[in-house]
């Protein structure tokens, strides 16, 4: 019964009762094995490609807080309330801009950190159990295109996002070195969802290089309230049959053989590898 050694007299956002790691995500030791070694970052995603609801739903579903490992988080409450999804082609969703809530205690604060635009907020009753909004109906490609830095898998694949963190209220409450907790939150969020989309038959990849100002502007998000700190797309992979794809940790079966050793293992040629 692990419990929070944050320091909880300051008043920090954790929690003091015992961590509850979260409801597994549905695959077996075997499964969850097999897609974290088969994990890749995709280079070009098929633009006729295509993904059906509950197989998009699946991907978001793996995100959620109450989803391990999420739940071993110390905090009171995500630190990544919201994720704006660019909808392309997902088989049953109208194209549009759509809000992945992940804390809905804060619905009522999110609306009002994207009020910059008149957004619908209608809730996707067909997600579930998944805190689905449509936000605005139409073609979003063009907006994931530019908020990405013009990247073209950005609106290649079935969707893509823009995952925001709380931001000046988190830290003016707890402090500035949260920010950089909400940076691993974000990248645990991916990371969630990079293993989900694997399961269904894509693959997704993190835009690193986006322009943050310009999508708070376009999208209508205060930049005061919420922090956009990650892109990432996915979808059906297009091979680059240029290069080489191993699986993760295949040299350790050769370096096992040969001892274990750090003047064997730096004696091990990685060519070919």
Not at 20 to 38: D, K
Not at 65 to 89: I, K, Q
Not at 217 to 224: F, P, V
Request: hydrophobic fraction near 40%; aromatic fraction near 10%; include cysteine.
């Amino acid at each position: 019964r692990a419990r929070d050694t944050l320091q909880t007299e300051a008043n920090l956002p954790v929690m003091t009762s015992p961590i509850f790691f979260g409801m597994l995500p549905g695959w077996t030791s075997a499964e969850l094995q097999r897609l974290i070694l088969q994990r890749r970052s995709c280079h070009e995603l098929n633009p006729n490609a295509s993904i059906s609801l509950p197989d998009f739903l699946e991907t978001l579903r793996v995100a959620m807080p109450s989803v391990a490992p999420f739940g071993m988080l110390p905090y009171s409450r995500p630190l990544v309330p919201l994720a704006v999804f660019f909808v392309h082609r997902v088989q049953g969703l109208t194209p549009g801009l759509y809000a992945f809530v992940r804390d809905e205690t804060r619905l009522h604060w999110l609306r009002g950190a994207c009020a910059g635009r008149p957004y619908l907020w209608q809730r996707v009753f067909k997600a579930g159990n998944v805190p689905l909004f449509l936000l605005e109906a139409g073609d979003a490609s063009d907006l994931a295109y530019r908020s990405s830095s013009q990247q073209e898998v950005a609106r290649s694949g079935v969707a893509s996002c823009a995952v925001f963190m709380e931001y000046q209220p988190l830290l003016c409450e707890f402090g500035t070195w949260l920010y950089k907790r909400g940076h691993w939150e974000a990248g645990m969020v991916i990371q969630a969802m990079y293993l989900a989309a694997e399961a269904v038959g894509n693959r997704g990849t993190a835009m690193g290089a986006f322009l943050g100002p310009w999508t708070h502007s376009a999208l209508g998000i205060s930049s005061e309230l919420l922090q956009v700190v990650e892109l990432w797309t996915f979808g059906q992979a297009v091979e680059d049959s240029r290069l080489e794809t191993s699986l993760g940790y295949h040299h350790l079966a050769k370096l096992r053989t040969q001892g274990n050793s750090p003047r064997t293992r730096d004696a091990i040629p990685t060519e070919g590898y």
